[in-house]
């Protein structure tokens, strides 16, 4: 997508900026499945940083073809990312009573001896 724009170095650089916020992202995660979503993210972005650093390119390997309609062409790491991203898509719908740290708020105001 940016390859044609930026140089391959410029795109390791942007990666591992993402990847240190995506690890502080991960040190605050409230619960297990941000958690899982988030190192799932960072695996396939660190997947394709050595790729880049290796061969100055991504190689995308897996490559499906259905009739006359082909899917764009992918590899792992990508499917990592996209698994995460969709985790944390699942995860932003789930309601606020499941999520631990509501679970604990709400605990607080239901006790009402003050202590």
Avoid at 35 to 52: F, Q, S
Avoid at 69 to 80: C, Q
Avoid at 84 to 106: C, H, I, M, Y
């Amino acid at each position: 997508m940016l390859g044609g724009v930026v140089p391959w170095w410029g795109l390791v650089a942007l990666a591992a900026v993402v990847v240190a916020w995506l690890l502080i992202w991960l040190w605050k995660a409230p619960d297990g499945l941000t958690g899982a979503a988030l190192g799932l993210i960072i695996g396939g972005a660190l997947g394709n940083i050595l790729d880049r650093l290796r061969y100055q390119a991504v190689p995308d390997f897996l490559d499906f073809h259905y009739g006359s309609y082909h899917w764009p062409s992918f590899n792992l790491a990508d499917v990592a990312i996209f698994c995460g991203a969709a985790l944390l898509f699942w995860d932003s719908f789930r309601t606020s009573k499941v999520r631990p740290e509501n679970r604990e708020q709400d605990n607080r105001k239901g006790d009402v001896t003050g202590g």
